[in-house]
């Protein structure tokens, strides 16, 4: 019997294409995926099965971008998540229990802080902050409760390093399982799994997409690992959106080209603040003068594309050059194709209070410069004219 259009509509020109091998994995914009008869889906419960199920269980175009990431950080697994804070919940939550401790790095991003000191402790997490000194001697920080040690190197915003080696094996040495927010490196310059670490985090948002148009998180480590913490993302419900996916895996493929640039611009600036008088500090790992340059070179193979300076000025200098920027956009967030500048005060790090900047090492008259694929000498052109 003819049924009617409005019916047709729904069924036909769906499903795969079997004749068409793209290229690219296309965007499987589906919430739900469909079984031949009740003995598929009972093999799919059975776990016998190739199918998809649902897609905040699993889609192939979020598996695309999680293959990659697991290929670039030389992973044996990898998730991708809604967020960078969406992956650090769905590890933090996914690994600790009542009664666990946490230890934490004060150097790391704001938000990270927030959520731990906001919220951890409800669940009965007891939480430690340890300095970049005390991570300098990691062993003593832990004991029988500790399970998860959580750092950045090069931390935000700051750019100081801790030595990845050592954490990882006084972490090893006393069963805690230990997660490096590798967002500024990236595994282009850094490759922390190789270093020991048990879980690297991403905020992919930043240079894995590379183009400030996905919000986006990732996780990589070990099958057992991973496998734990896809049941947490999938039950905690922060997945990534299939068309974000795709826009994450595109940008993945350009990682390498993309850094190459970010790495040798950022040094090029780096090297000219620090013959400016107006400047109190410059803060790039790739810089001699940098206080954990001998720590970056152990364990990075290029220093990456963020650069931190004080301004002699302080605040009001450091004010003054972020309203007079010409090029340089002024915005929160990073790793993408264009420059862009942001104050830790008054961003990552609003409302600390002079305590806590301090212990994040963090001054009121630093500005930080995500730098872009602009040609380096118009960069260096707009940060001389913004500071006359
Ligand atoms: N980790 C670092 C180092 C970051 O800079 C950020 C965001 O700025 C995050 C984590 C959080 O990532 P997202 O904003 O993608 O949730």
Redesign the pocket.
């Known amino acids: 019997m003819p049924r009617h259009p409005h019916t047709e509509v729904l069924h036909q020109g769906e499903g795969a294409c079997d004749s068409a091998m793209p290229l690219n994995r296309p965007i499987y914009a589906t919430t739900t995926f469909v079984f031949d008869s009740a003995a598929d889906v009972e093999a799919f419960g059975r776990g016998d099965s190739d199918r998809y199920l649902y897609s905040r269980y699993a889609n192939p175009t979020v598996e695309s971008a999680e293959v990659k990431l697991a290929v670039l950080e030389a992973a044996e697994a990898a998730i991708v998540t809604a967020?960078?804070?969406?992956a650090?919940t769905t590890a933090l939550f996914g690994l600790l229990s009542p009664g666990d401790e946490l230890v934490c790095s004060s150097s790391v991003?704001g938000?990270?802080l927030k959520l731990i000191t906001r919220w951890l402790d409800r669940f009965g997490v007891r939480v430690r902050f340890a300095t970049l000194e005390e991570l300098g001697d990691p062993g003593p920080l832990l004991n029988a409760k500790t399970k998860v040690l959580w750092f950045?190197s090069p931390a935000?915003p700051t750019l100081r390093c801790a030595d990845i080696r050592q954490v990882a094996s006084a972490c090893r040495a006393h069963g805690v399982i230990s997660v490096l927010?590798n967002?500024?490196a990236t595994p282009f310059n850094q490759q922390p799994l190789a270093l020991g670490v048990d879980l690297v985090m991403h905020?992919?948002?930043?240079f894995l997409n590379g183009h400030s148009d996905v919000?986006?998180?990732a996780l990589a480590g070990s099958h057992a690992v991973i496998d734990r913490l896809r049941d947490a993302r999938t039950l905690f419900g922060g997945v990534l959106d299939p068309a974000a996916a795709y826009a994450l895996a595109r940008g993945m493929k350009t990682l390498a080209v993309r850094m190459l640039l970010h790495n040798s611009n950022a040094l090029r600036i780096a090297e000219w603040l620090s013959g400016e008088r107006r400047v109190a500090r410059v803060f790039y790992p790739g810089l001699p003068s940098h206080p954990d340059y001998a720590i970056a070179r152990g364990q990075m193979t290029a220093f990456g594309g963020m650069i931190c300076f004080e301004m002699a000025g302080g605040y009001d200098a450091a004010c003054r050059l972020f309203d007079r920027l010409a090029l340089v956009q002024r915005a929160t967030?990073?790793g993408g194709v264009e420059s862009l500048c942001s104050l830790p005060v008054l961003t990552?790090h609003y409302g600390f209070t002079d305590e806590q900047l301090q212990e994040a090492g963090v001054t009121r008259g630093m500005v930080r410069l995500s730098v872009g694929l602009e040609q380096a000498d118009d960069l260096i052109a707009d940060l001389d004219q913004a500071m006359a």
């Open positions: 967020s960078g804070m969406a650090t991003y938000g990270t950045e935000n927010d967002t500024f905020s992919a948002t930043k919000t986006a998180g967030s990073l990552s």
